[in-house]
């Protein structure tokens, strides 16, 4: 199983700036492809942004343009880069990893905690 730990998360005021962190642990990291997602309470967790086990990333609609997603493999790291911040983005933010087998079949998934992202207007 994999145990994900976030961090990063703040109060930053409207057009500033969060990286946030999602460090990996209990399986190679080059098997996994990991995923920021959100949510505030009474919705839908939403997809923020999601980087392959190759480096391919794809960004959700609320953030594109405003973040970026990255891996550092050698770290067992990912990280988001939040800017130009809006109280919108207020949600508690959450790491997932998916576990894929030498022949690319998907064995696992597993969630962090989360980590509280609060932006003021």
């Known amino acids: 199983q994999v145990q994900l730990v976030e961090s990063g998360g703040g109060l930053v005021q409207a057009g500033g700036s969060l990286r946030l962190s999602c460090a990996a642990s209990g399986r190679s990291f080059s098997a996994l492809a990991i995923g920021w997602y959100r949510q505030v309470p009474g919705k839908q967790r939403q997809l923020v942004a999601t980087?392959?086990?190759?480096?391919?990333?794809n960004y959700g609609d609320s953030v594109k343009g405003r973040s970026t997603i990255s891996r550092d493999d050698a770290k067992n790291t990912v990280y988001l880069q939040l800017n130009s911040l809006k109280p919108e983005d207020t949600a508690v933010y959450y790491c997932?990893?998916?576990?894929?087998?030498?022949?690319?079949?998907?064995?696992?998934?597993?969630w962090g905690q989360g980590t509280q992202v609060t932006v003021s207007s």
């Open positions: 997932k990893a998916e576990s894929y087998s030498y022949f690319g079949s998907l064995v696992d998934e597993n």
């Open positions: 980087i392959s086990r190759g480096g391919r990333t």
